[in-house]
C-alpha cells in the first residue's frame, strides 16, 4: 500500500510562504495524477492544485498565480509552493495519488493557518 507522508504546514501571517511536501513510499514517476486538495471547517474539501504524468498542471482559481505545485521524481516527492497566503487559505490540506492501476491514496493532511 502506498503512503504519503506531508510536512510543512504551520501558522503563518498573511502575506508569508509556506512549502508543503508529501513524501511517497514508491515511484511517482508513472502515477496519472497528483494533487493537492484542502478542507477547511464547515466547508467541502476542494482540489487545490495537480500534476499530471507529463507535467500538465491545474489550479483552482483562487490559487492561480499563488501556488505552485510541482514534483521531483529522484526523491519521490511532490511539493505545493503556496505564496502571498491569506486567511481565507486556512485549512487542513491532503495530498493525493491517483496511480493508473490502483488507488487512490490519501495523505494523512497537513494543517496550514494563515492568521491576519
Known amino acids: 500500500q502506498v503512503q504519503l507522508v506531508e510536512s510543512g504546514g504551520g501558522l503563518v501571517q498573511a502575506g508569508g510562504s509556506l512549502r508543503l511536501s508529501c513524501a511517497a513510499s514508491?515511484?511517482?514517476?508513472?502515477?496519472?495524477?497528483m494533487a493537492w486538495y484542502r478542507q477547511a471547517p464547515g466547508k467541502q474539501r476542494e482540489l487545490v492544485a495537480r500534476?499530471?504524468?507529463?507535467?500538465?498542471?491545474n489550479y483552482e482559481d483562487s490559487v492561480k498565480g499563488r501556488f505552485t505545485i510541482s514534483r521531483d521524481n529522484a526523491k519521490n516527492t511532490v511539493y505545493l509552493q503556496m505564496n502571498s497566503l491569506k486567511p481565507e487559505d486556512t485549512a487542513v490540506y491532503y495530498c493525493?495519488?491517483?496511480?493508473?492501476?490502483?488507488?487512490?491514496?490519501w495523505g494523512q493532511g497537513t494543517q496550514v493557518t494563515v492568521s491576519s
Open positions: 493525493y495519488d491517483s496511480p493508473i492501476i490502483g488507488g487512490p491514496y
Open positions: 514508491g515511484s511517482i514517476a508513472s502515477t496519472y495524477v
Open positions: 500534476i499530471f504524468r507529463g507535467g500538465t498542471t
